[in-house]
């Protein structure tokens, strides 16, 4: 995964953190604790920072994976979730008119789509594993993962808007410019 120019230096320690260097660094206790820790209930800790490098090294890490998977793989094979039609037909009932090719953050954030976001993501708790964890998601779907390209959005938004590109061809940008210079 690219990150341009402008690497930041947390960019670089999150970076070495999510390389096997870092994760082996934890060793086996350490990594068993950390698993152990992000399998928790969010109201079982405070603001405790490393807990929050856990949150981001694993979200980071969903992110490279998913990113290197629409770069090999023709995005409108992909299947994401076993409720993939289910996720993407209410999606496109509730956003009919939201536009996943470029993602502007008040279609997440603003409190307007949050009163739409709500609901839309609590009927799939119980049928999504982590619906509600955080992930990282591309605002512009031609481009890859970079500070200002990202935002942070839960699972299922993830899986909604993603599912959307793949079926909608959007996300096909990625995969015909990284097979083209294969």
Not at 86 to 110: A, G, V
């Amino acid at each position: 995964m690219r990150c341009g120019s402008s690497r930041s230096v947390d960019d670089l320690w999150l970076r070495e953190m999510a390389s096997d260097n870092g994760l082996a660094s934890l060793g086996v206790e350490g990594a068993s604790a950390a698993a152990h820790a992000l399998s928790l209930p969010a109201d079982a800790y405070g603001n405790d920072p490393r807990l929050e490098v856990m949150w981001a090294m694993k979200a980071y890490n969903h992110a490279e994976v998913y990113f290197n998977l629409i770069s090999s793989v023709d995005p409108k094979f992909l299947k994401l979730t076993k409720l993939d039609d289910k996720i993407y037909s209410t999606f496109r009932e509730t956003f009919k008119e939201l536009d996943i090719k470029l993602l502007k953050p008040d279609d997440l954030k603003s409190d307007e789509a949050k009163e739409t976001w709500r609901p839309f993501c609590n009927q799939f708790e119980g049928l999504i594993e982590d619906f509600n964890y955080g992930t990282l998601l591309r605002l512009d779907c031609e481009k890859d993962y970079t500070e200002e390209n990202t935002i942070f959005a839960t699972r299922v938004q993830f899986f909604a808007v993603e599912i959307a590109r793949n079926r909608e061809g959007y996300n096909n940008t990625v995969f015909m410019s990284k097979s083209s210079k294969s």
